[in-house]
Each structure stands twice: as C-alpha cells, then as structure tokens.
C-alpha cells in the first residue's frame, strides 16, 4: 500500500513562510508534487518535480516558492515564501508512479490571513 503522508502547513501572515514536506512509503515514482485547491475553486497544480529535478511551477507562485526532492528519504518539500492570501488551501502531495498510476496524500490546510 502506497501512501503520502503531508506536514508543514498551518495559519500565517502575508508575507510569512512554510515549509510543506510529503513522505512517501516507497520510491516509486517519476514525479511528485503539490496541487491545491479552496473552497468552490478546482484544484490546481501549483509545482511538479521529476525524478531528474526537473520542475515547473503555475505562473501564480513562480519566484516565491521551491519545490525540491530528496529520493534517498522519499519526500517532496515545498518552500513557501512570500505568502500571500490568495494562497489559502488545502495543499495535497501528489506522485505519479513509472507505471503512470497516480496518488494523492489527505491534504494539509495553509491559511494566510492577518
């Protein structure tokens, strides 16, 4: 059973930072990443990483955020930088495997508000 298991977010300020992390149970994938969505909105990806550390980010968080990988331990990270209010969601890991199956973490809350 594979599974992705999120941390890192909770209630900041605009401007303010977090750290997202995403541990999942086995390496199997050819990329991870981050999608969100708010409340009566669809969910968007917001940054995507490869297996080789290729990335690509929504126009929107370009500059303010950085999504990196660390394969030895499984896990994705998402530094947040800059946050802005229009960033409240719920952020979910996400991984595709190389045999192109998709899974989705539970989700963890970001709130920017003052």
């Known amino acids: 059973q594979v599974q992705l298991v999120e941390s890192g977010g909770g209630s900041v300020q605009p401007g303010g930072s977090l750290r997202l992390s995403c541990a999942a149970s086995?390496?199997?994938?050819?990329?991870m990443g981050w999608y969100r969505q708010a409340p009566g909105k669809e969910r968007e990806l917001v940054a995507i990483i490869s297996s080789g550390a290729t990335t690509t980010y929504v126009d929107s968080v370009k500059g303010r955020f950085t999504i990196s990988r660390d394969n030895a331990k499984n896990t994705v990270y998402l530094q947040m930088n800059s946050l802005k209010p229009e960033d409240t969601a719920v952020y979910y890991c996400?991984?595709?495997?190389?045999?192109?199956?998709?899974?989705w973490g539970k989700g963890t809350l970001v709130t920017v508000s003052s």
């Open positions: 086995r390496n199997i994938f050819r990329t």
């Open positions: 996400y991984a595709k495997s190389y045999d192109y199956t998709t899974y």
